[in-house]
């Protein structure tokens, strides 16, 4: 009597919630077998004859954030990128538009002395095949030259 009970209780709700999931089912096969979803098995072949892949030397350039520390600067015009340009494969349509590489962020402030980074590479295009991921990049920083202020001279007036 029990399990009758238990069959018979909310009866109407589990009818609804059976021909739910049936329905919802039979609408996922089908989804599931129409050609959208079915997997194409391309080769690479199909790949490459349908985009036209090119190589391109692009320069890197570097991404400074923040300010050197007080009291030190940064000579930029000495700044050096090893190497200077990097090789880079892809999509024709993607190279168009990619001027060059930039590196991983230089926080400025975090530098009193020369350093030497080695660096990664990043680009907002994707898809691309990057030659060398790394770039070593030279940082010269020195001190400032403060002047020393200048004393006056004060005459006194009982020396004669």
């Known amino acids: 009597m029990n399990g009758f009970k238990f069959i018979t209780n909310n009866f109407l709700a589990k009818i609804i ?50 300010k050197s520390p007080e009291g030190y600067r940064v000579l930029f015009d000495k700044v050096k990128i090893e190497p200077e340009k990097i090789s880079v494969f892809g999509p024709e349509e993607a190279m168009d538009d990619l001027e060059g590489l930039q590196t991983d962020k ?13 660096l990664g590479l990043n680009s907002d ?24 202020p200048v004393e006056s001279k004060q005459i006194d007036p009982k020396v004669k």
């Open 17 to 66: 919630s059976l021909a739910l999931a049936i329905a919802t089912w039979f609408y996922i096969f089908d989804l599931v077998n129409t050609d959208s979803f079915l997997q194409k098995n391309e080769t690479i072949e199909d790949v490459f004859s349908r985009y036209q892949f090119v190589m391109k030397e692009v320069p890197v350039k570097p991404v400074f954030s923040g």
């Open 106 to 118: 230089i926080n400025l402030g975090e530098y009193t002395r020369s350093v030497k980074l080695s």
């Open 125 to 148: 295009i994707k898809f691309l095949k990057i030659q060398d991921k790394v770039v070593d990049l030279y940082l010269p920083v020195e001190p400032l030259q403060i002047d020393p």
